[in-house]
């Protein structure tokens, strides 16, 4: 059966996360030093000169951490999460005919995630993929074993 989580891929975006986590925090750092150091220069004369440099620079560091936050750390640390509470659930086996729905949704504070229908006979499942995850799996019609934590799939194998 092929695994779609592991305790590696966790520990490596979790990993991932603390890393960019120090490069958000580096670049406020940063920007607070040189905005710290551009405020020690200040003079009477020169007062109106480094008034929109320290501005800009604010702003743009803002921002940039902002963005880091968002795109960067936040994701990587909630994939992270999502993997680990995965690998600690129980899993479920089902078989049957995989079809992708083409419906997606996102958890709050955490993945995105791909609808998938399992056709067992008479019977349908409805599961759920995140959506990395979704893209490993085969294409729709295999029919399929696979193994679910919380009605998230972790691991598929194609029958014949």
Same mark, same amino acid.
């Given at each position: 059966?092929? =695994? ?10 979790? =990993? ?8 958000? &925090?580096?670049?406020?750092? &940063?920007?607070?030093? +040189? ?20 501005? +800009? ?12 936050? +968002? ?12 993997m680990k509470g995965i690998m600690a659930g ?71």
């Open positions: 059966m092929k =695994k779609l989580y592991s305790m590696e891929a966790a520990k490596e975006w979790l =990993k991932k996360a603390r890393q960019r986590k120090y490069i958000m &925090l580096g670049v406020g750092i &940063l920007s607070l030093a +040189v905005c710290i150091f551009l405020c020690t220069q200040v003079t009477f004369f020169n007062q109106d000169r480094l008034l929109l440099p320290v501005i +800009v620079l604010s702003v743009i560091a803002g921002w940039a951490v902002m963005l880091l936050y +968002v795109f960067a750390y936040a994701p990587a640390r909630a994939r992270a999460e999502h129980e899993e479920e086996v089902f078989s049957g005919v995989l079809q992708r729905t083409g419906e997606s949704f996102s958890i709050p504070k955490s993945v995105t995630v791909k609808k998938i229908r399992l056709q067992t006979g008479e019977e349908s499942i409805l599961l759920h993929a995140e959506s990395a995850a979704a893209r490993q799996l085969p294409a729709d019609g295999t029919r399929v074993q696979v193994s679910a934590v919380r009605k998230f799939i972790t691991g598929y194998e194609v029958i014949q």
